[in-house]
């Protein structure tokens, strides 16, 4: 396995000329995508778990050249098994494994509870990147009359499960107090959730039980597909006042198509079927007509990768993936022909950023530019990403307004020369006397913090400390307030929303989305009351033109003209250096799943409750059930 990461990097390193110091890295081991939090095409029962999409998405990447690895085209073949005998069936317990535990089971405060939030809330939409098409959930229709209204029509059996409000029907009143609570539990209860996700909200009206209308502040584009997002959960308001106003310790507030059925001590869930749900008045998409065909789900807490391999291979978890991105493609041949196994392979469209303490590197552009210039973005893709991998942009590589491979390489280049050279003019020795801190993050694969800090250390001279951290601590640290961040920089990444340009990279960068969480602040900012106006003054002059550029693309909305403003503000983040790089990401998919899970949604929707991934796929069923 070693020879497979680092060795064939070494030797093309040295075949370069340009050596890195390998041996520390290598014996440390693989290094890692970390999470912030991390979030089926068709409606035919005979499709198998390999399906895969007939046409990739565009990537609107030009065509490869020399330096683009080959590995990174899509496969021509998708991995096909034999078909069921019989078609779709009902009953069985589909069985999954994460690494890490559950922190809170509030989804208007967790974004981490993936299967949870997808398993047991109602929500208005699902959304399909494949399809780019929404399919409603709570709503069975949905209009918009002006351009700041959308009226959604409610399914008529909605309720809660029997242990929220007694089982009672679910009406727009409820979707009203859910969206409602979202600013609060920002401000107050310290939420994970985006306020790119809720800030166009401008109020609600609800003429009727089964009718909502959402007012929105501006005539935001891309709406539709961020209200898919399983953190705008509908949940009943009576379980929420009961508990003091959150979620946090408290399940089965929902009525989605499953309930807890336990809770383990252990981070062991398992889920039953809501005997409320009635499924949806006609099938759509994923939604089926009738409640989904799975009877239960098992989600076991595995946090040592061998472990979870092994139970994959024994038939004890369904699906074996990875907490960004899929499974690596060595691991992927290496299962690829294992008796009862597919490997499930598409285009990617996930993203990895190496956020910096806005506060710490603001007033120092020559260092900044410094430290991009350090880190070698191709060695990161043939040694993290096994060759297999493509420059990573502010907005997610499916979507055609991404910036060319071309250009990318040409905003962001590798340069150690030019690197030192801007680290002297800019004094950074002296800025940073005791070099950098970062998140070793301990709940998932380290490879890529390990070889940028690495990369940092050798062509810039500056060393890196490793700060060994859990999933609790490490979303903390990232979100601490500005001046009490422990880390300088730190690789980040997110999934609630797949389905948005606005959101998929952009929320990393732009100061009222994870910027803000990073200490890229604005004067105008909604929490600017809360930070000392000093503070501020040091990045408002850099974040305002990034924040400025975000807005005026969320509400153009012919589709050429959004393009290039989109495409402006990922060169503008580019050359700003600040506050957040993008890093490469795999150009393929790839998932292991057991071939008796049939109608798995194939990548890139596959992962992501925001895109309709598979926990929401509710035709999905079991060949052994």
Request: hydrophobic content about 40%; charged content about 20%.
């Amino acid at each position: 396995m070693a020879e497979g990461y680092w060795g064939k990097y070494w030797r093309r390193r040295i075949s370069r000329r340009h050596v890195l110091a390998g041996g520390a890295a290598a014996a440390a081991g693989a290094a890692g995508l970390v999470a912030v939090g991390c979030g089926d095409d068709d409606d035919e029962p005979e499709a198998t778990a390999t399906a895969a999409p007939d046409e990739a998405p565009d990537t609107a990447d030009d065509a490869p050249d020399e330096s683009t690895p080959a590995a990174t085209e899509a496969p021509t073949e998708a991995p096909t098994a034999a078909a069921p005998a019989t078609g779709p069936r009902t009953g069985g317990t589909m069985k999954l494994q994460r690494a890490f535990a559950d922190t809170g089971y509030d989804p208007a405060i967790t974004i981490t509870g993936y299967t949870w939030s997808a398993l047991t809330y109602n929500h208005l939409l699902g959304y399909s990147l494949i399809e780019d098409e929404a399919w409603g959930d709570a709503a069975a229709s949905w209009e918009q009359p002006d351009p700041v209204t959308l009226v959604f029509n409610l399914e008529p059996n909605l309720a809660f499960n029997p242990e929220a409000a007694g089982g009672r029907p679910m009406t727009s009143q409820d979707i009203a107090y859910s969206f409602g609570r979202l600013p609060a539990a920002f401000t107050n209860l310290a939420s994970e959730v985006n306020p790119l996700q809720w800030a166009f909200f401008a109020g609600f009206d609800m003429p009727d039980a089964t009718t909502f209308a959402l007012q929105m502040q501006y005539p935001w584009v891309s709406a539709i597909p961020t209200l898919a997002s399983t953190s705008l959960a509908i949940v009943a308001p009576e379980v929420v006042e009961a508990n003091g106003g959150t979620l946090s310790d408290t399940v089965n507030a929902g009525g989605g198509a499953y309930m807890f059925e336990s809770r383990g001590r252990d981070g062991h869930n398992s889920y039953m079927r809501n005997p409320n749900y009635a499924g949806h008045s006609t099938a759509r998409g994923r939604f089926t007509k009738d409640p989904p065909y799975i009877d239960r789900w098992e989600d076991a807490h595995i946090t040592d990768p061998a472990t979870a391999e092994a139970r994959f291979l024994a038939g004890d978890s369904d699906i074996l993936t990875g907490v960004v991105g899929g499974i690596d493609s060595i691991k992927a041949e290496e299962l690829r022909g294992q008796d009862g196994v597919n490997i499930l392979e598409g285009p990617t469209n996930t993203h990895l950023v190496m956020a910096l303490d806005a506060l710490k590197w603001a007033r120092f552009p020559q260092l900044r530019e410094a430290l991009s210039l350090s880190i070698d973005w191709d060695g990161y893709i043939d040694v993290v990403l096994d060759g297999n991998g493509i420059r990573g942009a502010p907005v997610g590589p499916v979507f055609p307004e991404v910036l060319s491979q071309e250009e990318i390489r040409q905003l962001q280049q590798f340069d150690p020369e030019r690197a030192r050279q801007l680290w002297e003019q800019g004094g950074g020795d002296a800025v940073f006397p005791d070099g950098f801190v970062t998140l070793l993050a301990t709940f998932t694969d380290t490879r890529g913090t390990q070889f940028v800090a690495q990369s940092i250390e050798e062509n810039l001279g500056v060393p890196t400390k490793l700060e060994p951290v859990d999933f609790a601590t490490y979303v903390a640290s990232l979100t601490a307030p500005p001046g009490s961040k422990i880390w300088s920089y730190a690789l980040v990444t997110e999934n609630s929303i797949s389905t948005i340009p606005d959101y998929n990279a952009l929320t990393h960068y732009v100061p009222t989305g994870y910027g803000g969480a990073f200490g890229l602040f604005t004067h105008e900012h909604p929490q600017a009351a809360l930070i000392p106006p000093e503070v501020i003054d040091i990045t408002h002059d850099i974040g305002k033109p990034i924040q400025d550029l975000y807005n005026f693309q969320a509400v153009t909305h012919d589709p050429e003209q959004r393009k290039s403003l989109l495409q402006d503000l990922q060169r503008l983040i580019f050359t700003q250096f600040c506050c957040t790089f993008p890093l490469p990401v795999g150009a393929i998919e790839r998932h292991a799943v057991r071939t008796r899970v049939q109608n798995v949604p194939p990548p890139p929707d596959f992962r992501d409750n925001g895109s309709m991934g598979y926990r929401r796929a509710q035709n999905m069923w079991l060949a052994d059930a």
